[in-house]
């Protein structure tokens, strides 16, 4: 082929993917199906997801923590979508019931504070209540309600994990989310979520916390943001801890522990790895356990069922993104060096 007729075509090849380049509006972040996420958006669910980040922080980690929370947000727009498209958003009704609930632990001051502290104002809360409503509401349609758990299933655990339901001393079932300080540390969670420093780490570890008072799902936070590498997958599950091991790491630390009902968590706990919240999820005697003991197979159903659970939120999820037209701007200015 003539050498000029093949320099003519790179370069009307070069041409063409120019012209193609999609020059982000101005102002926006990224877009989801058309819709678009500001740079106001963004900054502001940030802002309130660190409300400690110093003006000297680190400029690339700011990036990566706004990279990371941009993501949250188009996931959750690709969701608030569907569940819009399914009508399933939150009534009025629902929302003001759950702003209730979170109120109520607080005088108005308080709260007033704690909203401040996260530079959000109630109506920001509202809104932000109304799309989680409204999503949970699409996985529990999509997901949770075609999750079942045979007898079957339940009889094939006990048999494969019989040993585990021997107990020598009394244990307690737990589950965990942990934040280090330590950003040389590889992460092990869905977001890709890193504390890089001790500061970082404590605006991390109060988020949390205060997503798990919204209602947030414990064991997807685990997975989301906890950084873990062998129980974050799990949820955070630990499996059973005999009291003498929890006696052994700290007696402060057993003592919270026999503090906590089943079902219920602690608040941030410093230790010297870092932050993390406890979940106790139940409470075990000595003894083999049998399989027609009630508590063994709600455990092994719980155990289950929150397996599939989690299985099924992470594929969804990437279905749903697979399935939307997604425009994020605000990398594709990163990878070129032209956002600071």
Partial sequence: MNRTIVAFSAVAAAL???ACKHTPPADVAAEVNS???????LDKVYQSQYPQQTERANEDQVLS?????????ITNEIMWQRAEKAGLTAVDADVEAELTKMKAPYTKEEFDKKLA???MTLEDLRAQVRRDLTVNKLINKEIGSHITITDGDVTNFYNANKESFNLAEPQ????????TPFGNQP??????????????AQAKIKDIAARLARGDEFGMLAQNYSEDPE???NGGDMGFVPQSGLEKASPEL?????????GSYSGPIHTQNGYLILKVITREPAGQRELNDPRVQQSIRDTLMNRKDQLLKSAYYEVARNGAKIQNYFAQQVVEGTKK
Avoid: W
């Fill in 65 to 73: 923590n706004k990279l990371e929370v941009l993501n949250s947000m």
């Fill in 231 to 233: 129980t974050a997958q």
């Fill in 254 to 262: 057993r003592k919270l522990v026999d503090s906590l009902t089943p």
């Fill in 35 to 41: 819709h678009s996420i500001t740079y106001q958006e």
């Fill in 172 to 179: 307690v079932h737990l589950a965990q989310i942990l934040v």
């Fill in 16 to 18: 063409t993917l120019a």
């Fill in 117 to 119: 502290e996260r530079h």
């Fill in 187 to 200: 992460v092990h969670n869905l977001k890709n979520s890193k504390a890089q420093s001790d500061a970082d």
